[in-house]
């Protein structure tokens, strides 16, 4: 057996293309050889573990604007190669979309989220990636530059099994746009790791609500979980609920339940699919009601 | 196997150097340059002893490729000291018995001057926050946790 | 010296003078083994390794890989028959026909870089016969066990370790101590309970990293990451079938040991590998992922205990059956039955003792030596079990323990007197820092609040007769130069030798150097980095050396002045005369000498003073009964309490205090006293909440930091008090015994005990993950 197939980077080539054109045409070209670099921090270690075993790392961060985060009228716009720390520095991003800088701030360490990217977080589509909920929660979509040149793609039902997106050979996502947050919104993200910070997710919970009068409750929520289905999975039974019925720790309660009723974990390292259904109800009462606790503030 | 001619600054002198796509910015600086300071503890972006500041910011160099770093400037723990003069968090760190074996230690210090860069005056939760990505067994981490608040007051005192 | 009372004790002794180390440290300038420039003609290694937790090996080809171009060697156990181990030499350095655990190394590869190495590790080809493995020791003890060593009775083993051959027991270590039987009968309270203590790793934030260089002529040359340059010379030559004085073993700074780079472990592979590539450099790294297979790990252990006590509450009867899983050889872990045999009353008096320790094979990683040497895993059922003891005759746990604990005169487990000891006085200040008794309301409605004790003792786990040895040397600029063998792996130990010297010297600690790195050739002989031994051994030695040191310079200057020398003393580096109140500085006659009055010759020349230490009462034991007139040199012991905080929504516990008090007989610098307690309980807390190797049939499922979590900065309590006891030890320096282990030793059953108290479950084996404490409330119907 082989603990390490390489026990440090295994042989590729570092390819820095001039234009985006010039990267898809390349992407493409080595379809199923290549792909988009952004951090690298998802792709370095697959790749050292032998997962992954590219040949060509196509390097994105320096491509027209995929270094820019900018805050406009339209909404927000973060460039693959910002990294999590500018976005969770940026007093934009602190004022209009706290839920995202608290997410991001909770993905592993420091100097790990100077490099790590969100776009790369949304890529990599792992169940576990912390930023995805709040990207799906708050509506964003994809700015995608492909062979054909660019589209807009939907974040929701972009994640399609871990590690497999909507993605097409010669795609590269050049920034997730988030449209202007719903006014008066409020967020919450919680996430249960064996450490107090640092870990994976056993369980994460992303909340997001603003009032909304043409729902019965008078607020609209979306929930989204993170390690305990195969996608970052929308409670979209407890959204329903939450919209239905009056607002209070009961309506939260039944919401945690549904939430958790809609999840199919699984046992590994981290946890048991039990104890993670019990934690998805835990923290998405938990995640409500602290997010209750400021839309009301 | 493609080779990448690049130049950077690495503690303040201008280096030119060939690197492999696949070289880490961690190898480069222990293999190509000698900087063994830089600790590898894992390959993989868990440990932290290989922090070290590109371009200001602290980064696991085992996680970065010496190609990307063209044109960026590297601080090591071997740049802390200047003329001499160890930095605060280097005298600090030593007052307050926040070395044991001393194999976290330089990633602790790059760590830390980082905050103090970010944050001169961070509060005891905002220094664990940021130590999260260092590991070390030996000492159980609140004397690192005191040398940086100690070292935050120096700073300030001569400011 | 601790017969002059009061003790007369010198600057800087006492001090907490800073780490003679740091300044290398903080400037990256320290060498560690992974460090050292070989230059271009340094060649890589990797290891071949079994899939299978055990097998016969029917076939190796590698031909393909030795094709390779750039490969340089490929090596399997063909090559070398030898059988080393420290206490039981039941290893082969590669398999030979048998592989024994994932991870057990089967062929090796030098190439001109570590890819092309591991490409050629790809290329060799094996062919295995996959056998039904042992993955517990109860059952392994078992005659319907399969056998892992078929060969245990012709295995080399010390006389101290009792191998059972045709079984899987490699050791059986027993006390009889009284009668249990006829006690159980007084006994108004009984508890019998099992504790299954995981697996878990050293994690030294450094891997093994070892480079070795066999000359043409045969002479070996180890530079390597080690807790024990002279027991790796000595079992690598046993291994290779060579003189020990032809190996050279030299060992820089340490990333981190804690027992797992003690003896030998992945040197021997690098070495074995180098013999086929003479007069080249050999380098073999273990990589993180490496380090968590195939490293040493903290065996696990099946722990039955039963212990009864009277209705004032003094112990009357404890009976112990320890199962150790031990792993795939336990040339190092027949040893830790053995200790925790001989401690297994834990730090009680009790007058009847029935123990049974068993060492047992299983196809598990290797066992090896950690932190606390068997301690921590016995502690961790021990104490518990006396938590339950108090509770069940309503007396107080600190009381209950008070009235136990054992004290100097005692007659102790194995039959030996306790020397004196201020374990009651940790007890004390421990429950007293703690607020024991006072329960403070939880921080939110949603936690609960508790506070957990334990006590602890351990000796130094060792043979009879390991010896420590050192070097005194003044330089012209009357600094001096201390050698020592023993290693610097973050304790402070080569801090200690340079205070030690200072003080028995007479000169300012700034003029103290100490030798390094560790070099076989140049260092004097230090048996082992471990058993927190070195303060205590090493110590007596560099006191030894630096006294002769003072002898010759006293003599000489009494010549030189025509004094006595009773008159004369040493301060500050300076010879001084009390009576005829001359000085004179120890530059002055460093190397040179004293040159005599009118041009008439020189008298003196280069001081050197030696020293040496080694422990001669030491006693062998009762193989039946465990007893005997002195089973260990001393104990060091006691206790620590924490309060805690359960989150009665995730099962997280925090721990929002932690009290340590040992008594160290006397703490040469205290500030390190204090960073090894505090640094033993962080590491001692981590494996009480994160820490287990998850073992599915020999296979490891979490063989990296992201799945084998420790402690982070953000994990630990902000308040860690830590408390200096010191009742001295009648044969250390100025009284000094060792700290270094004994702080992660009760720490997880103070967790354990202080979970009882806030919620009234015990969650039984460790680690007391949020998930482990939440389902068990759930069970108990404590959460819905
Ligand atoms: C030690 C460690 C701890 C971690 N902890 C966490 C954690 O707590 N939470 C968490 O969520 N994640 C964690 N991660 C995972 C990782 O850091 C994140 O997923 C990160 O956001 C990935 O971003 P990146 O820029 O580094 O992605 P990369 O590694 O560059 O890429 C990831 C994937 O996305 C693709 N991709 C990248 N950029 C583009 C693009 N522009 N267009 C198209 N495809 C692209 C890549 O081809 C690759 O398939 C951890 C990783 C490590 C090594
Ligand atoms: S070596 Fe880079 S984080 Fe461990
Ligand atoms: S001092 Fe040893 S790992 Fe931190």
Redesign the pocket.
């Known amino acids: 057996m082989s603990i390490n197939p390489h026990p440090e980077l295994p042989e590729f080539d570092y390819i820095r293309p001039a234009s985006l054109a010039e990267a898809s045409q390349f992407l493409a070209q080595h379809a199923g050889h290549a792909?988009?670099?952004?951090?690298?921090?998802?792709?370095?270690?697959r790749m050292r573990d032998g997962i992954w075993h590219d040949q060509y790392l196509v390097d994105?961060k320096h491509l027209d604007g995929?270094n820019d985060l900018t805050f406009t009228p339209t909404g927000l716009t973060i460039g693959?190669g910002v990294n999590?720390n500018r976005i969770i520095a940026s007093p934009e991003v602190q004022q209009h979309y706290p839920l995202l800088a608290q997410a991001c701030r909770?993905?592993?360490?420091y100097q790990?989220r100077t490099?790590?990217?969100?776009?790369?977080?949304i890529?990599?589509a792992?169940p576990?990636?912390?930023?995805i909920g709040a990207c799906i929660a708050f509506g964003g979509t994809l700015k995608v530059h492909g062979l054909n040149g660019f589209r807009d793609e939907p974040l929701q039902g972009f994640c399609l099994s871990p590690?497999k997106t909507r993605?097409q050979p010669g795609?590269?996502?050049?920034a997730v746009h988030l449209p202007p947050p719903p006014p008066g919104s409020a967020g919450t993200y919680l996430k249960l790791g064996r450490n107090t910070w640092?870990?994976?997710?056993i369980v994460g919970v992303t909340v997001l609500a603003a009032p909304d009068p043409t729902a019965a409750s008078g607020y609209r929520f979306r929930i989204l979980l993170a390690s305990v289905a195969p996608i970052p999975l929308e409670a979209v039974a407890a959204q329903e609920a939450l919209a239905a019925t009056p607002l209070g720790e009961p309506a939260f309660k039944e919401a945690a339940r549904l939430a958790a009723q809609a999840c199919s974990p699984i046992d590994d390292v981290r946890g048991s699919a039990r104890y993670r259904k019990a934690m998805v109800r835990k923290h998405t009462q938990l995640a409500l009601l602290q997010t209750w606790q400021k839309l009301t503030r | 196997m493609a080779t990448h001619r690049i130049s950077l600054t690495v503690n303040g002198s201008t280096e030119l150097l060939d690197v492999p796509s696949q070289m880490t910015l961690l190898q480069m600086l222990r293999d190509k340059l000698a900087l063994t300071g830089t600790k590898n503890g894992c390959s993989?972006?868990?440990c932290g002893a290989c922090t070290v500041l590109l371009d200001g910011e602290p980064v696991n160099s085992c996680?970065v490729l010496a190609v990307e770093c063209q044109g960026a400037s590297v601080v090591t723990v071997e740049g802390l000291a200047k003329d001499g003069v160890l930095d605060p968090i280097q005298e600090t760190i030593v007052d307050h018995g926040g070395v044991q074996c001393g194999f976290c230690t330089p990633g602790m210090l790059i760590s830390s001057r980082a905050l103090l860069d970010r944050n001169p005056d961070p509060s005891e939760d905002d220094i664990r926050e940021a130590l999260v990505g260092n590991l070390c067994r030996c000492t159980g981490y609140n004397r690192i946790v005191d040398a940086v608040q100690d070292s935050a007051r120096r700073q300030a005192g001569k400011a | 010296m601790s017969k002059h009372t009061p003790p007369n004790i010198p600057h800087p002794i006492g001090d907490s003078v800073p780490r003679v180390d740091a300044q290398e440290k903080v400037t990256g300038a320290a060498i560690f083994a992974d460090d050292i420039q070989f230059g271009p003609g340094l060649l890589y290694a990797r290891i071949k390794r079994s899939p299978h937790p055990h097998a016969l090996i029917k076939r190796i080809d590698v031909s393909r890989a030795k094709a390779l171009p750039g490969v340089k060697a490929v090596v399997t156990g063909e090559d070398f028959p030898g059988l080393t181990g420290l206490y039981l030499q039941d290893r082969h350095i590669f398999c030979r026909g048998r592989a024994r655990y994932v991870g057990d190394p089967v062929a090796g590869v030098a190439a001109s870089s570590e890819a092309i190495a591991e490409q050629a590790v790809t290329l060799i080809d094996v062919e295995y016969e996959p056998l039904p493995g042992v993955f517990d020791p109860e059952f392994g003890a078992t005659p319907e066990a399969p056998l892992l060593h078929p060969d245990l009775g012709d295995y080399k083993v010390m006389n101290f370790i009792f191998p059972q051959p045709g079984s899987n027991v490699s050791n059986h270590f027993k006390i009889r101590k009284g009668n249990v039987e006829s006690a159980w009968a007084q006994c108004e309270a009984i508890v019998e309970r099992t504790y299954r203590i995981p697996h878990i790793q050293h994690v030294p934030i450094e891997t093994h990293i070892a480079t070795a260089r066999v000359e043409q002529d045969g002479k070996v040359t180890l530079w390597g990451s080690s807790q024990s340059p002279f027991a790796q010379r000595s079992l690598i030559a046993t291994a290779l079938g060579v003189s020990p004085s032809d190996v050279q073993v030299i060992a820089p700074y340490v990333g981190g040991g804690f027992g797992c780079k003690a003896g030998v472990s992945m040197e021997a592979l690098a070495v074995a590998i180098a013999t086929q590539v003479r007069g080249r450099p050999v380098k073999l790294r273990l990589t993180r992922e490496e380090e968590f297979y195939t490293a040493f790990v903290r065996q696990g252990l099946v722990a039955h205990f039963k212990m009864g006590c009277d209705k004032e509450g003094r112990l009357l009867a404890m009976q112990n059956r320890l199962y150790w899983d031990a792993g795939a050889y336990t040339e190092y872990g027949v040893n830790i039955t053995r200790a925790s045999g001989y401690s297994s009353s834990g730090p009680y008096d009790v007058p009847n003792v029935s123990t049974d320790s068993y060492c047992v094979y299983t196809n598990h990683p290797v066992g090896g030596p950690m932190r606390g040497f068997g301690m921590p895993e016995l502690h961790t059922g021990l104490e518990q079990c006396i938590d339950e003891l108090a509770e069940q005759i309503h007396m107080d746990k600190v009381a209950f323990r008070r009235l136990n604990c054992i004290q100097g005169g005692d007659t102790i487990v194995t039959g030996m007197t306790m020397h004196p000891t201020g374990l009651n006085e940790c007890l004390d200040k421990t429950a007293a820092a703690i607020g024991w008794g006072h329960k403070d309301p939880p921080s939110a409605p949603n936690k609960r609040r508790g506070k957990g004790i334990a006590l602890m003792w351990k000796a130094p786990a060792m043979p009879p007769n390991p010896g420590s040895s050192a070097k005194v040397a003044l330089n012209e600029d009357g600094t001096v130069t201390v050698s020592v063998g023993g290693q610097e792996i973050g304790q402070g130990s080569f801090t200690i030798a340079a205070q030690v010297a200072a003080g028995a010297l007479g000169v300012p600690i700034e003029n103290v150097r100490v030798a390094t790195p560790l070099d076989t050739n140049y260092s004097p002989y230090e048996w082992q980095t471990v058993a927190s031994r070195l303060t205590w051994s090493m110590g007596n030695a560099v006191a030894a050396a630096a006294r002769d040191a003072r002898q010759q310079i006293l003599e000489l200057v009494a010549k030189a002045w025509n004094e006595k020398i009773e008159d004369l003393d040493i301060v500050d580096g300076n010879v001084i005369s009390y009576k005829s109140e001359e000085t004179i500085s120890l530059n002055k006659i460093a190397i040179y000498g004293i040159a005599l009055p009118n041009d008439q010759g020189w008298i003196g020349g280069p001081v050197l003073g030696r020293g040496s230490f080694m422990p001669t009462y030491v006693t062998g034991l009762d193989p039946e009964t465990g007893q005997g007139p002195r089973a260990v040199v001393h104990y060091t012991t006691g206790a620590q309490a924490v309060e805690v905080e359960v989150d009665m929504d995730t099962g997280k516990v925090q721990i929002l205090r932690g009290v340590s008090a040992f008594d160290v007989g006397k703490a040469i610098n205290p500030n390190m006293v204090r960073g090894q307690m505090e640094g033993g309980f962080v590491q001692g807390m981590s494996t009480a909440l994160f820490e287990s190797l998850q073992l599915k049939e020999g296979v490891l499922q979490n063989p990296s930091f992201?799945d084998y979590r420790i402690a982070t900065a953000t994990d630990v309590p902000k308040d860690i008090q830590s408390i200096i006891v010191e009742v001295p030890q009648d044969d250390g320096p100025w009284g000094a015994r060792g700290i270094g282990e004994h702080s992660m030793v009760p720490t997880v059953a103070a967790i354990a005990n202080a979970i009882f108290d806030a919620i009234g479950i015990r969650v039984g084996a460790p680690p007391y993950t949020a998930e482990k404490v939440y389902l068990a409330m759930l069970d108990a119907g404590l959460v819905e």
């Open positions: 792909r988009p670099l952004s951090g690298g921090t998802d792709i370095f270690v994105v995929t693959a999590m909770r993905v592993a360490s790990l490099r790590a990217t969100v776009v790369g977080n890529c990599n792992s576990a990636g912390d930023s590690g993605l795609d590269i996502v050049t640092g870990d994976l997710a | 993989a972006g868990e996680l | 992201v």
